[in-house]
Nanobody
Framework: QAQLVESGGGLVQPGGSLRLSCAASGIFFRLYTMGWYRQAPGKQRELVAAITSSSNTNYPESVKGRFTISRDNAKNTAYLQMNSLTPEDTGVYYC???????????????WGQGTQVTVSS
């Protein structure tokens, strides 16, 4: 029932931009922290952006100032605007929805299927 569907990936030249979308269904979207992760071949999956239910955001230094995460609760959709892309941004980008069922419990995660982003000349 719960489903996250990413879209917007593709091939872009260095310096270009892409906007990824994550459409959520089957969850009470407003309660979840939404995040974007990426995984390059042979590398660990890493967080690139997160936005809480209160719209607080978090970015690693590698993307800060270039990427912007946002959410539209009325549309149950999260977005990732990516600007000034470099080849190091290449990877599969995954949408994540996270909630803590209780303070003493670990968070529970839903994941999308991923969308490929390739930055190349």
């Amino acid at each position: 029932q719960a489903q996250l569907v990413e879209s917007g990936g593709g091939l872009v030249q260095p310096g270009g931009s892409l906007r990824l979308s994550c459409a959520a269904s089957g969850i009470f979207f407003r309660l979840y922290t939404m995040g974007w992760y990426r995984q390059a071949p042979g590398k660990q999956r890493e967080l690139v952006a997160a936005i809480t239910s209160s719209s607080n955001t978090n970015y690693p230094e590698s993307v800060k100032g270039r990427f912007t995460i946002s959410r539209d609760n009325a549309k149950n959709t999260a977005y990732l605007q990516m600007n000034s892309l470099t080849p190091e941004d290449t990877g599969v980008y995954y949408c994540n929805a996270r909630i803590k069922p209780a303070i003493w419990k670990p968070p529970f995660d839903y994941w999308g299927q991923g969308t490929q982003v390739t930055v190349s000349s």
